[in-house]
Nanobody
Framework: QVQLVESGGGLVQAGDSLRLSCAAS????????MGWFRQAPGKEREFVAA????????YYADSVKGRFTISRDNAANTMYLQMNSLKPEDTAVYYC????????????????????WGQGTQVTVSS
């Protein structure tokens, strides 16, 4: 069992930056591969970025590649999403997710593979 709490969302203008955090508690954080997903109004939840247990492997959706950076600090039980050059189409509720994983290096982009989810944090980008 792991509990996930996102923070760092807010209202920003296009071109601004935000850093989201996902704090984990419960089981050993380093046992989990992690991911960020987002859901805009009227749309399905979509993959944003993923990071392996070790932090050595990352994977991004094409829509955020080059603008967003996922990272983790296993000692602090926290994952981050640095979002730069934000666009209005990035507006969504952002969720962090955890998957109990055996591999130190695999990343996972399918929401169905994740075992635990946070409650989400709203990101709104105005034009």
């Amino acid at each position: 069992q792991v509990q996930l709490v996102e923070s760092g969302g807010g209202l920003v203008q296009a071109g601004d930056s935000l850093r989201l955090s996902c704090a984990a508690s419960g089981r050993t954080f380093s046992s989990f591969a992690m991911g960020w997903f987002r859901q805009a109004p009227g749309k399905e939840r979509e993959f944003v970025a993923a990071i392996s247990r070790s932090g050595g492997s990352t994977y991004y959706a094409d829509s955020v590649k080059g603008r967003f950076t996922i990272s983790r600090d296993n000692a602090a039980n926290t994952m981050y999403l640095q979002m730069n050059s934000l666009k209005p189409e990035d507006t969504a509720v952002y969720y962090c997710a955890a998957k109990l994983a055996s591999s130190l290096y695999y990343t996972y982009s399918s929401s169905g593979m994740y075992n635990y989810w946070g409650q989400g944090t709203q990101v709104t980008v105005s034009s």
